[in-house]
């Protein structure tokens, strides 16, 4: 199986911050990885598919960016709605994995 | 629009079967398919298995002998059962659209499975 990891495990920025997750895939999974993004309490909502396309409904300060093993979520000018865990999973190969995930808070 | 919502027993002792039920809307289950993800407490997503729109299955290895996933098309309901369970299957456990390109689109608010004595 492809193993995900995710770095930092937790983040604390400060409104209006730019922010970036890492995720780095154990082979080359040629941009086959989402975001997926899990509010406190709520089940996960996919943020970004193929790397870098945005899932209708999300604004515009997401963004995805990577190549062969390395990915990176950035968030331009967070926002207090932005207060979740950050998850990258593969699709590349079966089975689809995940990372660890990502909790950002803020400052 | 595409709704999806797990139901199912919150608690289990050691050894006894899992079965959870999925209820979809907005959706066919001929369409597309639905996946089980598993999130232990505080932890990371795990995919268990999927049903797919012609009605095969395919099941993550780690536990693969011990899952099946079925449906029932005209009740828009998919099926996870699990047997010989046991404290690590602790977590909450989500449906979801299981669409090409193996992403999931649309989650379950998900069902909390304790497995204790």
């Known amino acids: 199986d492809i193993q995900m990891t995710q770095s930092p495990a937790s983040l604390s920025a400060s409104l209006g911050e730019t922010v970036t997750i890492e995720c780095l895939a154990s082979?080359?999974?040629?941009?086959?990885l989402a975001w997926y993004q899990q509010k406190p309490g709520k089940s996960p909502q996919l943020l970004i598919y193929?790397?870098?396309s945005l899932n209708d409904g999300v604004p515009s300060r997401f963004s995805g960016s990577g190549s062969g093993t390395q990915y990176s979520l950035k968030i331009n000018s967070l926002q207090s709605e932005d207060v979740s865990i950050y998850f990258c999973?593969?699709?590349?190969?079966?089975?689809?994995?995940f990372g660890g995930g990502t909790k950002l808070e803020l400052k | 629009q595409v709704q999806l919502k797990e139901s199912g027993p919150g608690l289990m002792q050691p050894s006894e079967t899992l079965s959870l039920t999925c209820t979809v809307s907005?959706?066919?289950?001929?369409?597309?398919?639905v996946g089980w993800v598993r999130q232990p407490l505080g932890k990371g997503l795990v995919w268990m298995g999927t049903?797919?729109?012609?009605?095969?299955?395919n099941y993550n290895s780690a536990v693969q002998s011990r899952l099946s996933i079925s449906r029932d098309t005209s009740k828009s309901q998919v099926f996870l059962k699990m047997n010989s369970l046991q404290p690590e299957d602790t977590g909450t456990y989500y449906c979801?659209?299981?669409?090409?390109?193996?992403?999931?689109?649309?989650w379950g608010q998900g069902v909390m499975v304790t497995v204790s004595s």
């Open positions: 999973q593969q699709n590349y190969d079966s089975p689809p994995t």
């Open positions: 193929y790397a870098n």
């Open positions: 049903i797919w729109a012609g009605g095969s299955t």
């Open positions: 082979e080359d999974i040629y941009s086959n």
């Open positions: 979801a659209r299981h669409i090409s390109g193996d992403l999931f689109d649309y």
């Open positions: 907005g959706f066919s289950l001929t369409s597309n398919g």
